[in-house]
């Protein structure tokens, strides 16, 4: 398992994130996950060639003796591939949800701003760290929901979409 790069500039964010909040997140924690995660899955020599995503969605197969490193850090690492892409400069007026996204925002939620409401309720009520989640199930049905640490939906059978890092 590797780090990905950032998709932006460590200040591309700013004044929401800032330069050094970027570079301790990216460049110290989610490296943490990733390393532990390539130590957790060398233990266990049945795992090697399994992506993250395969090993989340199964944690009853991972051998029990690396199970929870598998889960903490391929979570850590899972979660924050998605969150670094989730986010971008701000350049000109959001663009909100099209085509059948927007029909299942408005089916599951009434509106955007009802989904982003539900989304800033999740975030808040986190206790301590953990994420707030868009979801999408097999059935193709959006939900929100929070996960402590560094779960991942994945591990529920739940295909994150979104996630608030709430760090």
């Given at each position: 398992?590797?780090l ?6 460590y200040?591309?964010l ?12 990216h ?14 899955v ?12 395969e ?6 197969r991972?051998p ?7 889960r903490?850090?391929?979570?850590g ?91």
């Open positions: 398992f590797t990905p790069p950032l998709p932006y500039a200040d591309a700013e004044p929401a994130i800032d330069a050094e909040t970027m570079r301790l997140h460049d110290k924690h989610h490296a943490t996950y990733v390393a532990k995660l390539n130590e957790a060398a233990a266990a020599p049945e795992l090697a060639g399994k992506g993250v995503e090993l989340l969605r199964d944690l009853a991972v029990e003796a690396v199970r929870t490193a598998v903490n850090h391929g979570g690492h899972a979660n924050h591939t998605l969150f670094w892409t989730s986010m971008k400069p701000a350049k000109g007026a959001l663009v909100p949800p099209q085509g059948r996204f927007a029909a299942a925002v408005q089916a599951q939620f009434g509106s955007l701003d009802g989904l982003r409401e539900q989304l800033t309720k999740a975030a808040g009520g986190v206790f301590g760290s953990g994420w707030a989640w868009l979801t999408i199930d097999a059935g193709k049905k959006l939900g929100v929901g929070t996960l402590p640490n560094q779960d991942s939906p994945l591990s529920s059978s739940q295909r994150p979409l979104l996630g608030i890092d709430v760090w």
